[in-house]
């Protein structure tokens, strides 16, 4: 294919595809700018310009014209629930992105009106209250007004969920149903639920009130993770270090991915991680899972990368901050200590959830026990998950035991809770990115998606750099940001390092995978508000086409149509793009009626906003004369 003076020649060892024109990022210190990629057999063989290329385009290679837009390494989210989004994606509603409650509601009435009988309506993470205009929750009676006979289950962060008439009925809660442990079901003066589930501190009762609803059979998991595995890398995803989590059963829950690895069919890398699920019996499983299987033992599409982000369940602190810090048992540490002697014993290495210095602090005190008997620093790699108070002392600790750290934007979605609690000198430094990277610690960035904070990297990107909230709150001060190359090497090259693949990705170098995305803007030029909107238009994973949109439509997969055909995917997609410098084309195929409902919404939610700015004095309390000059004197 002849482009731009490309000439298809008898190459001795052609490129199976050649990405040209291009602004291309490589991260690659010798070499941080080209204009051109080839890649064969997965693997990239030449980085640089036209002429570089040239000799190795033939007859077969694929060339794409990138039309001089800006190309990243492929996207590592150090903390992803991949492997659970996947396998209920196609059956969630999703509010990430959608700008208004009042949009939310009629996405959820929609969708009420076209589940059948005996499924449920769940939103499930990926947004909080402040990015709506509203700034609230859904009211229980909205969302009975909404699906009077469809239950409806609304997750709010890890604080709360709402839930319809019909959704408590179908959970069984009645007056007579005991309060959970650590979680709250909210009651009317009647004794009745009333529909609020609060997390007080522990989100259980969320979580295994959400198990309650149906789940997908066999082939139903395999698309709906294939289509959730193309959202990702819509979003320029090309790995993602799955962390586990509870109800995540090792070895059924991973059956889906292992079976679309062994396929072929995996269009984003997945190291994953493996979480004992029964307290009182973590070490005997983790004891089990050693004589099974080894770390690294797996390939570049699929591996096992340790234990975490759970070893035992006393040890770990709950990260709703609506509510107090939890306090832990006082004797966690024994069975914790089993649990890391054996892993360190084995050569596995593991991750650890912990939000607060509290919980960081008697974690650090194990590791320097074992550290006298030799087991620290040992070669494994390990890593403290989220750590928002993490002390300064704590990370000379972490540092000087070999560990590292895996930050995420959760205080996108509740900075507004945490600086309530805290107050905004505390939230200020939550966590202390530049800290950690000051001393030297691998630093890797992810979401925590999608229970919480959205899928989509490019939120988590803008508040690294900018230090606000979905809901535009200043958090974090100067002081505590990342410039642009900084934050994508965090999403890049120092995932590569948590998982030991240092040596094969997280850059755009000969030798390494053939992993990138071609963007739908300049990462490094467009205003720091638009970082927020950016997405892919070409994405390569390995050298395959695996996501193309606008100008490269039609060059990617095809995958199986999304199923079951009342999905709200199938009819919403995933999340709600939104960004007046979107590169991608505008959508076709809105009707007359709908835009006119669009525009009635908008004028709504004007209403809403004057009369929020009238409340707090802001605008008059009612609304100035309707001026137009053509009728004034």
């Given amino acids: 294919m ?102 939310g509601l009629a996405m959820l009435r929609e969708q009420a009106a076209r589940t059948p009988k005996g499924q449920w309506v769940r939103v499930v993470g990926g947004w909080s209250a402040e990015q709506f205009a509203e700034r609230r929750l859904p009211t229980v009676a909205e969302l009975n007004a909404a699906a009077p006979d469809t239950p409806v289950f609304v ?50 009762v969320l979580y295994s009130t959400l198990a309650k609803a149906p789940m ?34 090792f070895p059924d829950n991973y059956s889906t991915v292992a079976e679309l690895a062994e396929a072929g069919q995996l269009s984003l890398r997945i190291a994953y991680h493996l979480f004992p699920q029964t307290a009182g019996q973590e070490v005997a499983d983790l004891a089990r899972w050693i004589e099974t299987a080894r770390p690294e033992d797996g ?22 901050f609506a509510q107090p810090r939890p306090e832990l048992t006082s004797d966690y540490e024994v069975e914790f200590e089993k649990a890391v002697r054996l892993l360190m014993e084995n050569g596995w290495g593991f991750r650890l959830h912990a939000t607060y210095d509290e919980t960081i602090r008697r974690d650090l005190a194990v590791f320097e026990k ?101 809901g535009d709150l200043v958090v974090r001060p100067p002081h505590n940001r990342v410039d642009r190359r900084t934050a994508l090497a965090m999403f890049t090259e120092a995932g590569a390092a948590l998982t030991g693949e240092e040596g094969i990705k997280g850059v755009l170098r000969p030798g390494f995978l053939g992993d990138l995305a071609v963007l739908s803007q300049d990462y490094f030029a467009v205003p720091e508000p638009e970082i927020a909107h950016i997405e892919s238009l070409l994405m390569v994973v390995g050298g395959r086409i695996v996501h193309a949109v606008a100008e490269y439509e039609g060059l990617d997969e095809e995958l199986p149509s999304v199923g079951p055909e009342w999905s709200p995917v199938a009819h919403f997609g995933g999340y709600h793009a939104t960004g007046s410098a979107s590169a991608l084309p505008p959508r076709t195929g809105v009707s007359g009626a709908r835009q006119a409902e669009l525009l009635g919404q908008a004028v709504a939610e004007s209403e809403q906003h004057r009369q929020w700015r009238a409340r707090r004095g802001l605008a008059p309390e009612t609304e100035s004369g309707v001026f137009d000059p053509c009728f004034s004197l």
Avoid: C
Wanted: no cysteine; charged share 20%.
């Fill in 2 to 103: 002849p482009v731009g003076g490309l000439v298809p020649s008898a190459a001795d060892n052609p490129a199976d595809l050649v990405v040209r024109n291009a602004k291309i990022h490589t991260g690659d210190p010798g070499r941080p700018q080209a204009e051109a990629i080839a890649i064969r057999a997965g693997v990239i063989t030449v980085v640089g310009d036209d002429n570089d290329v040239a000799p190795h385009v033939g007859p077969a290679t694929q060339v794409v014209d990138a039309l001089g837009r800006r190309i990243v390494p492929g996207l590592n989210d150090s903390h992803l629930h991949v492997i659970r989004g996947g396998l209920n994606y196609v059956l969630e509603l999703r509010w990430d992105g959608v700008p208004t409650l009042r949009q």
């Fill in 155 to 204: 997750l709010h962060l890890y604080q709360a969920a709402v839930l319809n008439r019909a959704a408590l009925k179908a959970a069984g809660y009645t007056r007579d149903t005991p309060a959970p442990k650590g979680g709250q079901i909210v009651r009317g003066r009647d004794g009745e639920p009333t529909g609020l589930l609060l997390a007080a501190p522990s989100a259980l």
């Fill in 216 to 249: 997908l059979d066999g082939e139903d998991k395999k698309t709906s993770t294939r289509h959730f595995l193309k959202e990702l890398n819509r979003f320029g995803l090309t790995s993602a270090i799955d962390a586990a989590g509870g109800f995540q059963n």
């Fill in 299 to 320: 390939d570049e599409w699929l591996r096992l990368n340790g234990a975490g982000e759970n070893l035992t369940w006393a040890a770990a602190d709950f990260e709703n």
């Fill in 370 to 470: 074992l550290a006298a008997e030799g087991l620290f620093p040992a070669g494994n790699r390990w890593l403290f998950d989220h750590a928002e108070t993490v002390s300064a002392d704590s990370l000379d600790r972490v540092a000087a035991l070999g560990g590292a750290m895996s930050v995420q934007n959760r205080l996108s979605f509740q900075s507004e809770a945490f600086v309530r609690r805290y107050g905004p000198a505390a939230a200020a430094d939550a966590p202390p990115i530049r800290a950690m990277l000051e001393r030297g610690l691998t630093v890797g960035a992810g979401t925590d998606a999608t229970r919480v904070s959205t899928y989509n990297p490019w939120i988590a990107l803008h508040w690294l750099v900018s230090g606000r909230s979905v």
